[in-house]
């Protein structure tokens, strides 16, 4: 079973439109992330969470919230999507420094969204 | 803002040869790590280097770091079929908690 799951893997909806990602793990990891990734591009960081109560903006967080659940769950909403966020969306994890972490990421398989 | 730089950013050789590929960064690191990504998949990490070390090896994979330079490259030895993917490295800064990527390099091994 995958450490780092994502649902769903493939959306499409229309400008305006409320949209929820969902991310899970079963890795025990206290970090999780929201990266978007576009054609020919690396990824980008959307936001993160260090822990339940921690939440961070990332480098391109406009557009975009964050609710994080639990340990094991990280989620991302479009409060209103547009065009220009369609994109493939990654979830990943890491452990927390301290215990024996190496900054090393564990992604998820990602969502492909379209937004017409 | 994307701290690490990519070079090529595509790259296609033959099954059974060397792939290098190489990463510049602008600020100093904690460590440096690499990634692989199959089409449309998620990324899968590779190899991590760390800020004090020179050179580090895992199987085929070979990974450099040049502080003073501020580079690294990966070189991927025998190539096969299976190595065609997105290359991606990515960065620690010092100081912060996350990993920056840079854009990658794509890389194709014909047979």
């Known amino acids: 079973d995958a450490d780092v799951t994502q649902t769903p893997r493939n959306r499409i909806t229309k400008t305006g439109k409320r949209i929820m990602l969902e991310c899970s793990q079963t890795?025990?990891?206290?970090?999780m992330y929201w990266y978007r990734q576009d054609p020919g591009l690396g990824l980008r960081l959307i936001y993160y969470s260090f822990d339940v109560k921690d939440i961070n903006k990332g480098e391109i967080s406009d557009g975009y919230s964050v609710s994080r659940q639990a340990q094991a769950k990280f989620s991302l909403s479009l409060e209103s999507a547009i065009p220009n966020q369609t994109a493939l969306y990654f979830c990943a994890t890491s452990a927390l420094r301290g215990q024996g972490s190496t900054d090393t990421q564990y992604f998820g398989p990602g969502t492909r969204l379209t937004v017409l | 803002s994307q701290q690490g730089e990519e070079d090529p950013q595509a790259l296609s050789i033959q099954e059974g040869e060397n792939a290098t590929m190489n990463c510049s960064y602008k600020?100093?690191?904690?460590?440096l790590q690499w990634y692989r990504q199959n089409s449309g998949r998620g990324l899968v990490h590779l190899i991590l280097?760390?800020?004090?070390?020179r050179e580090k090896h895992s199987g085929r994979l070979r990974v450099t770091l040049d502080t003073s330079k501020k580079s690294s490259s990966l070189l991927i030895t025998a190539s096969r079929a299976a190595d065609t993917a997105s290359y991606f490295c990515?960065?620690?800064?010092?100081?912060?908690?996350?990993?920056?990527f840079g854009q990658g390099t794509r890389l194709t091994i014909n047979p």
């Open positions: 990515a960065t620690v800064t010092q100081g912060a908690q996350k990993l920056v």
């Open positions: 890795k025990g990891h206290d970090r």
């Open positions: 600020t100093s690191i904690n460590n």
């Open positions: 280097i760390r800020s004090n070390e």
